[in-house]
């Protein structure tokens, strides 16, 4: 690209196109700016993860988003303006607007982190996000979610 503007630069002709491309590259840049969303501020409240108290803990996972506002009072994640994605292992596994979740997992230790999005699947600065290890001994049937632990 800048050795094409060089180019054109260094012709007489080539002047007139090389300020109207520069000015559309400009413009194009100005445009790209202003219609990028912003990054938009972490929302007031931290996450907590909460599975069953179960030994042993099988697949499917159910897992209770929690959310506590810096008063202790609770929060409903998601709420209608915000979204999780759930990975598992640095894997995502799943999206959805609703908790409790319940997560499928192979036999052994997996690291589960759940990250609150924008509705528009933006990342708040500084991230909402939580995760946990759990370990799975294999297939089962899902048990009750667990509420989320007091303040």
């Known amino acids: 690209m800048y050795g094409s503007a060089l180019a054109l630069a260094a012709s007489r002709r080539g002047r007139v196109a090389l300020l109207t491309a520069g000015g559309l590259g400009v413009a194009g840049t100005v445009a790209a700016l202003a219609l990028t969303p912003t990054v938009p501020a972490a929302p007031n409240y931290a996450l907590r993860l909460a599975v069953p108290a179960l030994n042993p803990l099988t ?77 799975v001994t294999g297939d089962g049937p899902m048990p009750a979610a667990a509420p989320c632990p007091a303040p």
Do not use: K, N, W
């Open 59 to 135: 697949s499917p996972v159910p897992v209770t988003v929690c959310g506590r506002r810096p008063d202790g009072s609770a929060v409903t994640v998601p709420d209608a303006q915000t979204l999780l994605t759930v990975l598992l292992d640095g894997r995502q596994v799943l999206e959805t607007r609703r908790a409790p979740i319940a997560v499928e997992a192979g036999a052994g230790a997996h690291e589960l982190r759940v990250e609150v999005l924008t509705g528009g699947h933006l990342e708040f600065r500084p991230p909402v996000e939580a995760r946990l290890t759990v370990v």
